[in-house]
């Protein structure tokens, strides 16, 4: 089920549809995303799907993950990350074997809490997880090098615009019905935004969920 062959194939998707990254290809190669899902959708853990993780989330495709990270180590590796929307704490784990810190932020708590074990469990101790509405970003923690966004909003919120290091850079879904993937470099002159690909993410929520 989850053989080698299945995760290489996945590996061989992803550089077909242009990842190019060679540690995000690792990453993605060794880390066990079936472990981030529930039983029932565990063998369909290695294709290149979106799977359902319960509270109407998803847990993302490999090919987006792979794309946003790739995105956001493009131009040398952020100390400090910040994500927003930690959902099964798959990307979190990605990002955890690729820079040195890692912040996440989630509204809904019994996700929030199955992730926290998963990290605990592959023994990535420089995550740091917060139940909390993640269009605020993290102001106690900032500023980041790095924010990448897992839930899609209409627009930008301020707040992780302010949250971002001069030279630091921000890759987030905008949009409702027609998504973008969006890159912000934020230069010492102001902010400079690129429109990458469509997407498709749920939305950014306001608030949270006990
Ligand atoms: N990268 C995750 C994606 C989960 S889906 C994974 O691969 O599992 C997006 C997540 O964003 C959901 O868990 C949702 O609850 C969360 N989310 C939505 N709005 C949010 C907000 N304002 N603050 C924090 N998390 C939010």
Do not use: C
């Amino acid at each position: 089920m989850t053989s080698q062959r299945t995760r290489e194939r996945l590996i061989q998707r992803l550089s077909d549809q242009g990842i190019r990254d060679h540690r995000v290809l690792d990453v993605i190669r060794t880390t066990p995303r079936h472990l981030f899902l529930d039983e029932a959708m565990a063998h369909r853990a290695y294709e290149d799907v979106a799977l359902p993780i319960g509270y109407q989330q998803t847990l993302s495709q490999p090919y987006i993950v792979a794309r946003m990270t790739e995105l956001l180590l493009e131009r040398g590796t952020p100390r400090r990350v910040l994500e927003i929307g930690t959902g099964s704490g798959y990307q979190t784990a990605i990002l955890a074997q690729l820079v040195p810190e890692v912040y996440s932020v989630e509204r809904i708590k019994p996700l929030l809490q199955k992730a926290r074990q998963r990290m605990r469990q592959l023994k990535l101790r420089n995550v740091h997880v917060n139940h909390a509405d993640g269009s605020l970003g993290w102001p106690e923690r900032g500023p980041f090098d790095g924010i990448l966004a897992a839930a899609a909003p209409e627009y930008i919120p301020e707040q992780l615009l302010e949250q971002l290091a001069p030279g630091g850079r921000l890759v987030i879904p905008v949009g409702g019905d027609v998504q973008h993937l969006h890159v912000v470099d934020r230069t010492h002159e102001g902010f400079e935004t690129r429109v990458v690909e469509a997407v498709r993410f749920v939305p950014l929520r306001p608030g949270t969920v006990r």
